[in-house]
């Protein structure tokens, strides 16, 4: 199975996840952005055995067989993973004790262990005790005998041993009550405070639970449990009631990891074997358990100067500011880069939509929006103005299943038409098609990006977006939209390419191209900027062209499968990942075609699952100055010698350091984007007429 060479796609995103943490270990950051990575760290982790250590066990209990294009078996997989992820959450939480944790008491925020605890903070974690915590908490008594209660996923809880007159040893759990929030601040001023941790102002008043018991041991605890649960995709009739049943069944998934601090020895036991979990399972912190919640601290007001300074996001540099937005796109296509430029443009094209009197229609797919979100509010009052309004709302996607359905009532109780998706296939497309009559008669307004209509991400992560009024890519977007609301056939379109039916294979196809049009005087050239690559056939023609001779620039955020510079195989791929302030999240890919260049962005990852079992779409840049300028920004990135890894061929990464002139690739396009605004402000005020009193009058 493994002629060539592949990495494990589980063991890639370890590897990304290193590369997180190498950046939280970067001592010239402020300390709230190092603790900012720690805790994505954790998070990231949360998802990962939710999810794929999941799945892993599952293959193994189907049989220990080899699926894995690296030629790994699960039980393999399994270990490999084991071994690598003790060893970067032991790097985590030294980082955390020893360097973060101190950085931040210097700084005026401090987090004391209870054994540093003031007489002061004492007395006010015994009061919040008494006054909010007791009454907040269950004590559930157990047993090895008798079947567990279904505790929560992911919560922390208390494990209590004790014994009773009797001697007698008994086991109690006590679920840790979220409600009541994971921080407490005492001793506050304006420039200083501590910090102290409710699960240790529980254990520290742990005996006031168990009046007459001997507390033999207490510790914290926090198990994950197999969430990758799958849904009945024939359930047509409630397709809503069947997504509802999933996440009550992410409650009731078998445990696949155990944290537990350290040093509680025959507690640590006693929960392995009632979780039937392995020793490769159990992850001893020597700190807090669930550092997820710690990026909360990272917002704290009054102590900016531990933080990054802010970066806001300009106007569009292809919006004219003194033009409405239609005026605007009706002149040219308009280019989006988030969060360098604001998402603000594509929320208030929805809001003119609602109330223009010559909208139409808006058709919309939804696969992640936030909380409070501005683009659904838009599209409900579109709808309660009589437009017609239809929204694919994607409930499959996990974690936001809770979210989306919540969505697609508000929505239809709008009187909007809502679709729950497609069978068999998650709806992860970005594109928004506003149906308007002008004078001329109807044009079709489109916005295609690469990441969520989410205006809070759009503030967090570097995506791109295309504002266009192209009759031929307008023809494009209808058929697409019959395809994907109703029954129509499969459509072959002409500019933008849509997966499952089509995108793999056309990457195939270009990649192919540009090995054929490639020689030793004129080498072909791919780029490419992805968040995963782990597609077999797609590595495999990448490996093709780089054997003829093609330059290949990958720039991956997570997994990649591909091993690059291997002599006679990858000698001429390489591979860069950025970790920086923003998450990358853009898909770009250029092809030089022979020196008439290609540029696409797209919703999809190099990954089966976003080409085989997903409605995803690629559409190319067709304005030369936009091309232009993406490929600027492409080649951007691999200058970058601040916050780049290197993937080397062992799969592992290396930071890339150098004594060559800094360049940081997210730096260097916020200010770009701050200077163009800049210019256009100095160039407004330059038109200003000042009108004064002509000389020798009254």
């Known amino acids: 199975m493994a002629s060539l060479p592949f990495f494990n796609r589980e063991l890639s995103w370890i590897e990304f996840n290193a590369r997180v943490l190498n950046e939280a270990c970067q001592e010239q950051l402020p300390v709230l952005e190092r603790l900012k990575f720690l805790a994505i760290v954790s998070s990231n982790y949360d998802e990962f055995f939710m999810v794929r250590v999941s799945t892993i066990k599952s293959d193994l ?49 401090s987090l004391p262990a209870p054994a540093e605890w003031s007489e002061t903070i004492t007395r006010e974690a015994r009061s919040f005790f008494d006054s909010e915590i007791f009454p907040a908490l269950t004590t559930i008594a157990v047993s090895d005998d008798v079947a567990w209660p279904p505790f929560r996923n992911m919560s922390l809880h208390i494990a209590v041993l ?82 509802s049943q999933i996440l009550t069944e992410r409650q009731q998934g078998q445990p696949v990891r155990l944290e537990i601090a350290a040093g509680a020895a025959r507690l640590r036991d006693r929960l392995c074997q009632a979780l039937q979990l392995e020793e490769r399972d159990i992850y001893d912190i020597d700190g807090p358990i669930n550092l997820t919640p710690f990026m909360d601290l990272t917002f704290t007001s009054g102590f900016g100067k531990l933080s990054y300074e802010k970066w806001g996001s300009q106007p569009p540099e292809d919006l004219n500011e003194e033009e409405t937005i239609w005026e605007s796109i009706s002149k040219r296509d308009v280019l989006l880069h988030h969060p360098y430029e604001s998402f603000d443009p594509v929320v208030d094209l929805l809001r003119q939509a609602a109330v223009d009197p010559g909208v139409i229609a808006i058709k919309m797919t939804l696969y992640r929006t936030s909380g409070d979100s501005a683009v659904i509010d838009a599209l409900i009052r579109a709808a309660e103005n009589g437009k017609q309004v239809v929204v694919l709302v994607e409930l499959k996607a996990r974690f936001d299943e809770e979210r989306n359905i919540l969505r697609a009532d508000q929505l239809e109780r709008a009187g909007a038409i809502v679709i729950h998706g497609i ?63 109703g029954y129509a056939e499969i459509p072959n379109l002409q500019h933008l390419v849509m997966a499952p039916t089509g995108l793999k294979r056309r990457l195939l196809v270009l990649i192919r191209r540009e090995a054929e049009r490639s020689s030793e005087h ?46 006679g195989v990858s000698a001429g791929i390489e591979v860069v990942s950025i970790i920086d302030r923003y998450l990358e999240h853009t898909r770009i890919f250029y092809f030089q075609n022979g ?21 995803e779409l690629m559409f190319p840049l067709l304005e030369h100055a936009l091309k232009e300028r993406v490929l600027e920004m492409l080649r951007l990135y691999f200058r970058d010698n601040q916050k780049a890894h290197r993937l080397l061929p062992t799969g592992r990464s290396e930071r890339i350091e150098t004594s060559d002139p ?12 701050l200077e163009i605004t800049e210019r256009r402000d100095q160039e407004r005020r330059r038109r200003l007429q000042v009108r004064r009193r002509p000389p020798g009058t009254k």
């Open 662 to 673: 800094p360049v940081e690739a997210q730096r260097t396009l916020h200010d770009r984007s």
């Open 595 to 615: 020196g008439d260049d290609e540029v696409y962005l797209s919703s999809a990852d190099w990954m089966p699952r976003n080409l085989e079992k997903r409605v």
């Open 423 to 485: 069978a068999q296939l998650k709806v992860h497309s970005k594109i928004t098609m506003i149906v308007r009559r002008e004078p001329e008669g109807i044009r079709q307004y489109l916005h295609l990006g690469t990441g969520n209509y989410n205006e809070k991400t759009a503030k967090l992560y570097v995506d791109m977006g295309l504002l266009t009024v192209n009759r031929e890519l307008g023809f494009d977007a209808a058929r697409f939209f019959n395809a994907v609301l």
């Open 61 to 109: 209990t189907a049989g220990d067989v080899a699926k894995c294009p690296s030629g790994m078996c699960p039980s393999e997989i399994l270990d490999a993973v084991s071994v690598r992820t003790h060893e970067l959450v032991a790097t985590q939480y030294c980082e955390l004790r020893n360097a973060v944790l101190p950085k931040m008491a210097a700084g005026g925020m």
């Open 522 to 567: 004129a080498p072909g050239l791919i780029i490419a900027k992805i968040n995963s690559l782990a597609d077999p056939d797609v590595i495999r023609a990448l490996y093709d062209a780089s054997q003829k001779g093609v330059v290949i620039k990958l720039n991956v955020r997570g997994i990649c499968a591909l091993l690059p510079g291997i002599p």
């Open 162 to 243: 004790m014994h009773g007159n009797d001697s007698k040893e008994r086991l109690a759990i006590i679920p840790v009550p979220s409600g009541l929030g994971r921080f407490r601040t005492v001793g506050a001023t304006r420039t200083s405070r501590s910090i102290i941790l409710l699960e240790d102002i529980i254990t520290q008043h742990v005996s006031l639970l168990f009046p007459g018991m001997d507390i033999q041991e207490s510790t914290v605890f926090r198990f994950t449990r197999d969430a990758d649960m799958g849904v009945d995709e024939d359930s047509d009739q409630d397709f809503v009631g069947a997504m």
